[in-house]
């Protein structure tokens, strides 16, 4: 049975061959979800599985289908279990009958596809029939249209280029004409000038002739000057070099040498001592610091312990005089304490010695009241004991009468009232069976909507990628375009070139007509008006 439900959800079953369990036929479960036959049976089976339902799961409960255990002793309750399991199951069917129209209301065309390819499987793999063609899913269509409209303004805009070039022709063809006027008389003007140039050359030579020899006489001329210049370099130059020698000589002879390393020796004791009178001086300074450093902390350490000693003593005294003031403050505070207990107690004996005289008084008078008020309370004390025994007797019997009963109902198998028949019957068959439907239920639902979320994730998946194919085909057309534009403007100046060089009217032609274009004609210019002579103002 589980192998042909899978089988029958994977693949939805044709309305007319559509036989569930139990005799419930499609067609009256369609009619009863769908009276005004608007969504289908394919988005009724699609709602069944989003909400985890078989058809059978909606087959109408009868009377003759409820059925209840023999075991029950009382027939009356097993007939209310009855009753109350049928309005349970006729509940449920009505629920899932609403939930499934509100369900079947909200379903989009994707859905149902979606929901049509799940199966009672948790989880299973997306193959490639669980996908639709991609330029149904999503906004593919869009895309595609998009991609339609790009290529129509490209192909657009590739013909406005080959008008342009072909409308070009001709303007090109006649610039080119005026442009080898313009050169041939821009040959004649440049040959004029260059006439008049040589001309200005040869007189400009002339000039920079004039200019280089006076350039020339200026170099002989420094040259001179500078030949002089070294002459009385070189000889300053030797007269301090004897001269240098001359004093080498003297400067290091060894009498020299010797006075001088004397004057060192000499200089080197003198700064010895000069430090050696200097360190003894710093001794001495430092000492004498230290000694007047030590002097006045031990002034400061005897002034300090001398004011430690003085707020000690303060503080001892205002302590002494504190626990003084205390001690003074707990004594009056004792005897007026005394005071005030010696005048209550005074207060109280004398209230009751007063109190008693009253009463003594009072009793003289009184003791026939008192004596019926003190027998009226225990009349009533003795009968407020014996409604307390007695309810007490009443209590300890219900509490007997309680555990014979239960003892009794033990060996009748009873709990609470109620046979376990009756209970289990309640339990497992009424309410147990609804927690184990709605349960599958679930489970169901679940899983057909974890399927139908990994379709959709596919879809998109798939989507994406016709989408990133789509740019490349786009690119792809878009280089193509470009490689073809550039291709035909390359003809176009190949065949610029060779109409430029051709003067045959036919041979122009052929060359237009293999770049597929057609022969245009230039606007007529048009005819200049006559100038009129002018007319004389009288």
Not at 71 to 100: F, N, V
Not at 106 to 123: F, H
Not at 375 to 397: C, I, P, Q, V, Y
Request: aromatic fraction near 6%; glycine fraction near 4%.
């Amino acid at each position: 049975a589980g192998t042909e439900g899978t089988m029958a959800l994977a693949v939805p079953p044709a309305e007319a061959t559509l036989r569930p369990r139990f005799g419930y036929e499609w067609s009256a479960l369609r009619k009863e979800v769908d009276p005004s036959n608007t969504y289908g049976s394919r988005k009724i089976w699609a709602g069944l599985r989003l909400l985890g339902l078989e058809p059978e799961d909606l087959q109408p409960v009868t009377d003759s289908s409820v059925q209840v255990s023999e075991k029950i002793p009382d027939r009356e309750r097993a007939e209310s279990i009855r009753q109350q399991r049928l309005e349970i199951w006729q509940g449920l069917r009505k629920s899932r009958i609403e939930e499934l129209q509100r369900t079947v209301e909200g379903l989009n065309d994707a859905e149902v596809r979606r929901y049509m390819k799940t199966t009672d499987s948790p989880m299973r793999a997306v193959r490639d029939e669980d996908l639709p063609e991609v330029e149904g899913l999503g906004d593919m269509a869009d895309f595609r249209k998009m991609q339609q409209k790009r290529q129509e303004v490209k192909q657009a805009e590739a013909q406005r280029k080959a008008q342009q070039l072909a409308a070009q022709f001709l303007t090109e063809k006649k610039r080119m004409d005026d442009a080898d006027a313009k050169i041939w008389a821009l040959d004649k003007r440049m040959k004029e000038n260059k006439i008049q140039q040589e001309a200005g050359y040869k007189q400009r030579a002339a000039v920079l002739a004039e200019r280089a020899e006076k350039r020339q006489q200026g170099r002989d001329r420094a040259d001179k000057d500078r030949a002089d210049w070294e002459d009385e370099c070189e000889a300053n130059l030797e007269e301090r070099l004897s001269k240098a020698k001359v004093k080498r000589t003297g400067l290091f002879s060894k009498e020299h040498l010797r006075a001088k390393l004397e004057e060192a020796s000499y200089r080197r004791q003198v700064a010895f001592d000069q430090a050696v009178e200097i360190e003894e001086e710093m001794l001495k300074r430092l000492n004498s610091k230290r000694e007047s450093l030590e002097e006045r902390l031990e002034a400061r350490r005897q002034r300090v312990s001398q004011e430690m000693q003085q707020r000690a003593d303060s503080s001892r005294a205002a302590f002494q005089e504190r626990q003084v003031k205390v001690y003074e403050m707990q004594q009056e505070w004792a005897e007026n304490k005394l005071a005030q207990h010696n005048k209550f107690m005074d207060k109280l004996r004398t209230t009751q010695k007063a109190g008693k005289e009253f009463v003594t008084q009072r009793s003289r008078s009184c003791s026939d009241i008192t004596a019926r008020a003190q027998e009226r309370w225990k009349g009533n004390h003795d009968k407020m004991n014996f409604s307390r025994d007695e309810d007490r007797t009443l209590l300890l019997a219900r509490h007997q009468a309680a555990a014979d009963r239960v003892e009794d109902q033990r060996e009748l198998k009873l709990k609470c009232g109620i046979d376990v028949h009756s209970h289990l019957e309640v339990k497992e068959g009424t309410f147990g069976d609804l927690q184990r439907k709605r349960y599958r239920q679930i489970t169901k639902a679940r899983n057909a909507q974890t399927q139908a979320l990994v379709l959709r994730v596919a879809e998109n998946i798939a989507v994406d990628n016709a989408k990133d194919l789509g740019h490349k085909e786009m690119t792809r057309r878009r280089q193509q375009l470009a490689k073809d534009s550039l291709a035909f403007a390359d003809q176009a100046e190949e065949g610029f070139q060779k109409i430029k060089r051709e003067t045959d009217e036919r041979k122009i032609v052929d060359v237009m007509t293999s770049l597929g274009f057609e022969m245009p004609k230039l606007p007529e210019e048009e005819e200049a008006a006559p100038v009129e002579k002018p007319r004389p103002a009288f």
